[in-house]
């Protein structure tokens, strides 16, 4: 509730109506508007000796102005509007010759302001109180008072009004702070239900991986084992020997696949070890070379003093497989850049200019960036979600960045993704630092 003095606009072309306002209104003291209008209720029923009408500080009461037509008073009610300076009372006379009567600049300043409180205040009109009702609703914002009218009569309607609409004033603004929180609560509850949900779908995900590689390890060990005898007995014949070998390899791929999708719905434990990131990289850009086209060029940075983490070699090995994989396709077409980098925080300098919220500072980083397509902020919203691929049918499983996130997560580390359409796409990977 705010306490400078509330306003009040009086319209009326008499100049001694005016003259009777001001003397009514000039010394009205605000505060406790409960007491001030119990005294003005023993004062207008004389249950007690009337104090002077005029008694109190001439620099309390209201803030009155006054115009001649209705014209000028809807000009009065649009310019305090602007100056965010609100009337909360407008008494108007019905009759303002030659301009509009005050019933048009009723209707006029109720379309401008919805909460002012306004009262007709008049001696004789043409226009019936139910006529006028229908014309300026809501009907508990107009009242209407027949001339003659007395000192105690508008002291008691002003402070009255006045009090109500300062009232419901911070009644709107309580409710209007109250929508916000339980909108703020209610996503914050949404996304809460979203994590919980994706959270079930990985349980069960998992729950069925675990089942589902039970039996087909079952039938791959038997597979595995006929083909190795198999591979005994036809040595001496090249084209048999030669597909027996590819079936054999291809066993062996997809007992990878299952270990994968194990180590992904959190089945299968990793066996962690101290371990500097700088040869399982090169290892594995050694490997990618022969498989990278032509019109992609290889960078690296690998800093010799990044530090030691505590990781699965095979974990690592597949985080660098599938975000060297996914910057290569990204840039299939138009070729481009394909950089790495694994140093301390402090190596990147561009961190500091990033919204991270979480301390970079005890992690060893890799970063694998492309010149690529890049992605919008839809797709990087849902780049996560596992089976969730921009790649077209046959060529991914959409479990890549899903596996990614999980491995880095369970290993104490961050990812963090700069990108933009067109502009390629930079994958920071913090891993929890350690001492060898």
Known sequence: MTNEKPRILVADDEARIHDFFIE??????IGDRASEIKTLERELF?????SSPFSGNPGQGYDLDLCTSGSD????VIRSLENDTPYSVVFLDVRMPPGPDGIWAAEKIRSLDRDIEIVIV???SDIHPADILKRVPPVHKLLYLQKPCYV????HMAASLTSKWSMERELKRIQEQQERRIETQKSALDEAYQTLERMQKLDALGMFAGAVAHDFNNIMTAIIGHTEIALLDTQAYQGLHARMEYIHKACFKAKDLVNRILTFSRQNEPEFVVLALGGVIMDVIKLIHASTPSNITVQSHVADDAGWILADPTQIHQILMNLFS???YAMRQQGGILGIRLGKSGDFRELSGMNLDFDPSPCVVLCVSDTGCGMDVKTMEKMFD???TTKGKNEGTGLGLAVIHGIVKKQGGFIHVESKPLEGTQFYVFFKSCSA
């Open 73 to 76: 008073a809807v000009d009065h």
């Open 152 to 155: 105690l009569e508008i002291r």
């Open 46 to 50: 004389r249950t007690v000796k009337p």
């Open 386 to 388: 596992p089976y969730f």
């Open 122 to 124: 008049t001696a004789f």
């Open 326 to 328: 996914n910057a290569v």
């Open 24 to 29: 009514a209104l000039k010394s009205e003291p």
